[in-house]
């Protein structure tokens, strides 16, 4: 089985049959935290500002890439004056669910891993960029910043590693449970 199979085959047991990339309940679940939860407005704050005349988009690089964009809708003139419209990406955001996490992260997962091949999202550009994976119960969320992706990446490389989930070896970003990986909670 190839690696995108066993990816595919652990989303649909995540997602549902036919729907593996449907991560709808984690996009409705940051929408939720941006609602209802001041530590993380505050950090939202702090890490994006506070562009004006921007919107939460989905997809804001096309379907398939990165889930979330804080984009900006901004007028372009034509030499005729005719106006059309372009957009500005002030951030990306990408979210995911660990289903193995309930109640209490298991305390034998040291890392918070950012799959490689997500890194063309943000490479080579200047955007601000957030992961946030949520638990299966969508009540808790761990995030990581672009700046501490990076950081990772430089001290630490790209760890090829089994993943039982996939039933198959992934590449990824390993980055320590410390001061730059950020946790959340909502009722």
């Known amino acids: 089985m190839t690696l995108t199979q066993s990816i595919t085959q652990a989303a649909e047991l995540a997602h549902g049959k036919n729907t593996p990339y449907d991560d709808k309940p984690e996009r409705t679940a940051l929408r939720k935290f941006l609602k209802t939860s001041k530590p993380f407005q505050s950090f939202w704050t702090n890490y994006f500002g506070t562009p004006s005349n921007t ?5 804001p690089l ?7 964009g804080i984009v900006e809708d901004i007028p372009i003139y ?7 419209h372009g957009t500005r990406i002030h951030g990306l955001i990408e979210v995911d669910v660990f289903n193995s996490w309930g109640e209490s992260y298991p305390t034998h997962y040291k890392k918070f891993h950012v799959l490689e091949r997500k890194l063309k999202y943000f490479e080579g ?4 960029y957030l992961t946030c ?6 009540n808790q969320m761990v995030c990581t910043t672009r700046e501490n992706i ?4 430089f001290l630490y490389g790209i760890t090829e590693m089994w993943m ?8 990824v970003v390993r980055c320590p449970l410390d001061e730059n990986v950020f946790w959340f909670g909502v009722s």
């Open 164 to 171: 039982p989930a996939i039933n198959a070896k992934d590449r």
């Open 55 to 59: 919107t939460l988009q989905e997809d």
């Open 125 to 128: 550009t200047d955007y601000k």
């Open 133 to 138: 994976t949520f638990n299966k119960f969508h």
């Open 150 to 153: 990076e950081r990772c990446h």
């Open 78 to 84: 034509e030499e005729d004056n005719h106006m059309l």
């Open 62 to 68: 096309g379907e398939y890439k990165v889930d979330l």
